[in-house]
């Protein structure tokens, strides 16, 4: 091994590096958590850690197969060794010898007390969490390894060839589309890079061509990565920008377009932040801040990103403001880690947020697991309570639901966004419309299905808010702002209580409301979420030569009052084939199927 050339390689890795901190706030979270590991005691609190765990442990001697929880996850974030990376930031802004000396009495603890063994697979030794340490050490290591002697970088690299040889003769064909695959990959190329002469020349061809085919299959035409998890989307697009920067700063081409992937990835990555920096907790993802991970992709990122994001390929269509957000899933199903969320809506009027997913908790099996993916979790529809996606156990299902189509419009003052998705017994379309200047979102819900049938919508209400019901809606209760629920239709309304998990290993409890009808053949039912109080009132529509009003089912009609504002929203949601197809109020006809009347001008969708 040409010590040499890793050292200069190194130092030319390090001095295209960005600044140890981003910002004061990431600072004292790097040095709060290295002077804990200097007393042995681990906690694992990153924004985007995999499996995060706030209660602190405690090693008189560590034992790096040992879940100190009784979560097996727990000993896959021991082993990762991310939080190296905060020592060296310490060591390096410091110079306080306390930080490096627990560096590598915790490298070394590992390489002489943890060597490779069968049992070790499903423990220290999986293949992911290899690839996440040889990642880890690279990147703590252009920060400190000027104080290591050549005998402990030759042991440190010694242990990083041995964990790269058995991360390629571990590979598995299913990994070129998992996120297992792509950290594997990165931690094996980001120590190849460093160390040029680590292993044989064909192992560094294998890895550069296993990460091309990752970037071809793995994300979706409009930048999100398969996997339909934000929590994911981002631990791959980091793994991706280690590997860019790793090169440039090196000087090492690569074959295929990775930056413009990089740059779909982050631009989509936008999308699934909240107005307030906190990520979408969409399927096996946590509520956590992340716009300082994000900033450290300024480089990638597009200035003046529309408000509107489409990804007609993922199923992900989204609209974001600095005050309000808007969010409709109805997509592929994804890997394990995607819920039983066809048609999912999340929430965020003037600041707060209002509905929004139940979190993931854990990835151990039982109950809890099972009920957090499943679609009463979610704010969508069932149909007799049966699901359109059943949960199996942790990782799989017994069948999924299907996307069958959506459909996005935009106007000045309207977002309208259609989604349509079935299990074999029924079928539901959601219509989302929402009025900008006023912060309101309209949610239709129309069902087929023939026969008798109870038509069952759940709202999955922020537990940082309370639900009250007063005479014609509900009044929810936020820490900033208050939000109103309308339920249009003489329905059963109420409210139920329910769990949640904002952070892994973190369980909680939260407010569903919840939306019960009968229907024969058909049914449809409507909520209003607004950021102010509006007056609700149902219109009698007339169909052109008949004395009979339509059925909801067949044209809908409703107006909606606030202090400042007032719109009539009209919706057809089957074709007309009984009577004329003309239908009217107060004068206005009508024949789209959605038409809203605001200020004298009537605009029409679909």
């Known amino acids: 091994m040409d010590l040499t050339r890793l050292k200069a390689n190194l130092a030319k890795y390090s001095s295209k590096q960005q600044m140890p901190f981003l910002n004061e706030r990431e600072r004292k979270a790097s040095y709060l958590n290295s002077n804990l590991l200097c007393s042995n005691i681990f906690v694992f609190k990153k924004p985007l850690d995999m499996e995060a765990c706030y209660i602190p442990y405690s090693f008189q001697k560590i034992d790096w197969n040992r879940a100190m929880n009784a979560d097996e996850e727990w000993i896959f974030m021991l082993n990762r060794h991310e939080y190296l990376i905060d020592l060296a930031k310490a060591y390096s802004d410091s110079k306080d010898e306390k930080y490096l000396a627990c560096w590598k009495r915790l490298v070394f603890d590992w390489i002489e007390r943890n060597p490779f063994s069968e049992e070790k697979l499903r423990t220290s030794w999986r293949t992911i969490d290899t690839g996440i340490r040889c990642s880890s050490w690279v990147k703590s290591l252009q920060l400190i390894y000027v104080e290591l002697r050549d005998d402990e970088l030759q042991a440190i690299f010694d242990s990083i060839k041995q964990q790269v040889l058995f991360l390629k003769n571990q590979y598995l064909d299913r990994y070129t589309l998992s996120n297992w695959g792509n950290l594997q990959i990165a931690g094996i190329l980001q120590a190849v890079m460093i160390c040029e002469d680590l292993v044989h020349e ?58 413009g992937l990089i740059e779909q990835a982050v631009h989509a990555a936008y999308y699934m932040i909240y107005p307030n920096g906190y990520v979408v907790p969409q399927h ?204 249009l239709e003489n329905a059963n309304e109420y409210d139920q209580a329910s769990i949640f998990s904002d952070i892994y290993n973190r369980l909680g409890n939260r407010t569903t409301l919840m939306e019960e009808k009968d229907f024969e053949h058909r049914g449809i039912s409507t909520a209003i979420f607004s950021a102010e109080p509006l007056v609700v009132t149902k219109h009698r529509i007339e ?27 009209y919706f057809a949601a089957n074709d007309t084939v009984k009577g004329e197809r003309v239908y009217k109020h107060n004068d206005v006809h009508l024949y789209h199927k959605l038409t809203v009347l605001h200020d004298g001008k009537k605009v029409t969708f679909f």
Request: net charge negative; glycine share 6%.
């Open 202 to 259: 064909e192992i560094v061809k294998w890895a550069w061509e296993e990460l091309e085919r990752q970037c071809d299959i793995q994300f979706h035409g409009d930048g999100v990565h398969w996997e339909q998890s934000p929590l994911y989307h981002f631990e791959v697009l980091f793994a991706l920008v280690d590997i860019y920067r790793t090169a440039q700063a090196l000087g090492i081409p690569i074959s295929f377009d990775l930056k």
């Open 284 to 487: 096996d993802s946590d509520y956590v801040f992340v716009q300082d991970v994000l900033d450290r992709l300024k480089e990638f990122q597009q200035p003046n990103l529309p408000e509107l994001f489409i990804g007609e390929d993922s199923g992900n269509f989204i609209y974001k403001t600095e005050k309000d957000f808007v969010s409709v899933w109805n997509g592929r199903h994804g890997s394990g880690h995607a819920h039983a969320s066809l048609g999912h809506l999340n929430l965020f009027l003037n600041g707060e947020r209002v509905l929004c997913d139940s979190g993931r908790f854990t990835y151990q099996e039982g109950p809890v697991r099972n009920f957090l993916k499943s679609a009463q979790s979610h704010s969508t529809v069932l149909v007799d309570d049966v699901p359109f996606m059943s949960v199996k156990d942790s990782w799989s299902y017994h069948y999924v639901g299907k996307a069958l189509g959506n459909r996005v419009k935009e106007t000045a003052d309207f977002i309208v966004m259609e989604s349509t998705f079935s299990h074999t017994a029924y079928l539901v379309q959601r219509t989302v419309v929402f009025i900008k200047k006023e912060g309101i979102a309209i949610v239709i819900d129309h069902v087929d299905s023939d026969g008798f049938h109870t038509m069952k919508r759940f709202f999955q209400v922020n537990p940082e808010m309370k639900a009250s019901k007063q005479d014609g809606y509900w009044e929810l209760s936020g820490k900033r702002n208050k939000a109103y629920t309308y339920f």
């Open 543 to 569: 169909q052109c030569a008949s004395d009979e009003p339509p059925a909801d089912e067949q044209f809908l009609g409703f107006r909606l009052e606030s202090d400042s504002a007032a719109y009539d929203i």
